[in-house]
């Protein structure tokens, strides 16, 4: 019989929706439950591309022995993590101060009072490899709350008291200097792993705000360990070389073998960190992989309704990878003979397999046309395959639509058009900005979720900042004003529910919430830039296009507030660090002027889009300046930009040549 996670939306929770476990969802109902029965909480929190929560899933929560211990002694409720990344975030701080790491699925244990007093990560039912055992362990816990809950209850509220004392920010009184950042470069340069790239030991994930930063801030040297990072996640099998797109990240220390799930807020982002790079070298390769993973999106993850959805899984048909790897032989059926074994000596394709099974992933470890196949053949052949390929069972796809992560999207999508000039991104871009308002902006209150044409949860401070960014992202893509107005009422909204105006900073949700047992002020950046990461960048970069001021303090409390944090853990907050390079850069605004339909004036634009680096800022007119062409000589209607450093205004060009020249 199905339990009450059938009514669920989620597509995590509607996994577990007919476990033998009497699960509750996350809400009253189940918290009124503990309180009036007096027993302790089993939290359980995943997200539906997670390979571990499947395994966990199948293995202890259909286990009969399992439900019946859970059900008679524990309040059972399931958490998706992307919903409630609130309660996310504050348990797993939780978890890892218990047990000194983390993951998931996440299990812990509450009181009543929503105070934790045990978790953990992964339990198979029983102990195995040294991991416990699901069974005794919930033996254990139930009677410990037996016979001595006043000793659990005294644990669960010590660790609470830590839990804040760790949480609390304490402002500096200064917005931090530049040094901060040398020294996050620094830290970087000791970590960086010169042969194969990235910033540490395995499992490897993709350093996207690493990269960013070197490339905004690094000397020349620096540059090249952001490349050379860049690099090998493109060549190694993380990246998906026939449908776009990367993996979560590396298990091993080469980007060869991937954890298969494919997320939406690590391809939005790299995405853009791909498009920077191309800006900074115009290398041609990191246009394609930009390319590439937009295309990704478009095609495997959009939702016809212009919003994008979570993640592709990790399993099919119960297997993990199982979609992507191939071996020599399915390889050659899908191309042929002669060029299947072209393209298994091009992209790694082996009989001994790299995967198992005598699998392997595709990858192609600094290999290119030398090994036979011209750049035409490549293309032709991964399409292909790519075609072969999708008449496997694919992976399951979360098909929620999460504001924050499209904010994100939204923000590659701009940046894809300015960059590459192909319109279908800046199509795109427009419909995903006209779904999120459409759909999630409610009575001046923007949601979080929407699946299945309904819209639910109140947005969190990441979700409003990210989307702020993404709608300044998309004014600079295509100046329609209308996205920029709506980005202003975005942010007046976060700083009436979110701003601590005294100590400055936001926290990650609004006041008075009865289910946290406190508020956090979210400033460490982890595969997501942190709720304060992005809303010091989207009001720092709002400010300037609108000349508020109250916006440009609102970005300097984030530093200000952060700034003890920055100076003692540099590396933790590359994010921030990032924001903090735009307030220290000098503003740079390029505004064109002429008909805005002519060619050169979509020329004047197209350069300045190439040559936009982060830390910059553009705006664009097609009226606002033709005084200043009849002052200074220039037939009406001439193109032309005007780069302007702070107030000072340089002289007016009129060819791409002389822009690029200024831009520099």
Known sequence: MPNRLSESLSPYLLQHAHNPVDWFPWGEEALARARAEQKPIFLSIGYSACHWCHVMERESFENPAVAELLNAHFVSIKVDREERPDLDDLYMDAVQTLTGRGGWPMSVWLTPELEPFYGGTYFPPESR???????????????????DRTGVLTQARSLAEELQRQATVEAGAHRPDGEVIEAALAQLRQGFDARWGGFGPAPKFPQHMAVELILARGTAADQVMALRTLDAMWEGGMYDHLGGGFARYSVDGQWLVPHFEKMLYDNAQLAACYLTAFQATGEARYAQVARETLDYLLRDLRDPSGGFHSSEDADSEGEEGKFYAFTPAEVREALGPENGARFCVAYGITEAGTFGHGQSVVHRFSRGPADGLSEDEDKALREQLR???????????????????????LSALARGFQVLGDPRYLEAAQACAAFLRRELWREGRLLRVWRQGRAHTPGFLEDGAAVVEGLVDLYEAGFDPAWLRWAEALAEELLARFQDPAEGGFFSTEEGQADLIFRQKPGFDNAVPSGNTLAARAFLRLSRHLQR??????????????????????????????????????????????????????????????????????????????????????????????????QTCAVPVTTPLELATLLR
């Open 129 to 147: 490899g040294g991991m416990p055992g699901f069974i005794p362990l919930l033996t254990r816990i139930a009677e410990a709350w037996r016979e």
């Open 387 to 409: 075609l072969w390929r999708d008449r496997r069972v694919r992976p399951g796809k979360d098909d929620k639509i999460l504001a924050s992560w499209n904010g994100l999207t």
């Open 549 to 646: 001021e109250d916006f440009r303090l609102a970005a300097e409390g984030v530093l200000r507030c952060f700034g003890p944090w920055l100076a003692r853990a540099p590396r933790a907050f590359l994010g921030l660090l990032g924001a903090l390079d735009l307030a220290l850069r000098e503003a740079l605004e390029v505004a064109v002027s002429g008909d805005p339909a002519s060619d050169s004036v979509q020329a004047l634009l197209a350069e300045v889009h190439r040559r936009h680096l982060p830390g910059r800022v553009i705006s664009a007119s097609s009226d606002q300046l033709l005084p200043l062409h009849e002052d200074r000589g220039f037939p009406e209607g001439t193109a032309l930009a005007f780069v302007c450093r702070g």
